[in-house]
């Protein structure tokens, strides 16, 4: 068997038109070609299919807005909102965090006092703390 290899859009029309006027003997034209029989095979039923568009290579290529169908126009348009939906839900999820974290919450706040009343009570043997920290 070959192994495919890369091909241009007039190789694969002289391949078709090769193995068309040899009763579609892909085997042979394979062998001729140095391609795959299953190359050779795809491009005929295509050719035959489709005539000689079917042999462009459109990996990749995406198709012209009046190309498409009202489906494709409609999952396309689909595609973009939520994309846009994604990168506006990553921003609002960012800047709830950064205001987490520029901002302590209050429940932060009662901690941190709790901690610093512990820690007086451990330093000064005292139940109530009168410390009051320093602002910066």
């Keep these: ?11 694969r029309i002289e391949i078709v038109k ?9 085997a042979e034209t394979a062998q001729k070609y140095q391609v795959s029989y299953q190359q050779v ?4 039923t ?5 005539a000689v568009e079917a ?18 126009k409609l999952k396309a348009q ?7 939906n994604r990168r506006k839900q990553m921003k609002i999820d960012f800047l709830k965090k950064l205001d987490e974290v520029e901002r302590p919450t209050i429940k932060s706040q ?3 006092k709790i901690f610093l009343n512990i820690i007086c009570k451990f330093m000064y043997h005292k139940k109530t703390c009168s410390h009051k920290p320093k602002s910066i």
């Design 41 to 44: 095979y795809s491009w005929a």
């Design 78 to 84: 689909n595609k973009l909102l939520e994309a846009e």
């Design 18 to 26: 090769y193995c068309i006027e040899h009763q579609n003997n892909y």
């Design 1 to 11: 068997m070959t192994k495919g290899r890369k091909t241009t859009y007039e190789e």
């Design 110 to 112: 009662q901690v941190n």
């Design 46 to 50: 295509k050719y035959e299919k489709n």
């Design 55 to 72: 042999l462009l290579d459109k990996r990749g290529k995406r198709k012209t807005e009046t190309e498409m169908s009202e489906l494709e």
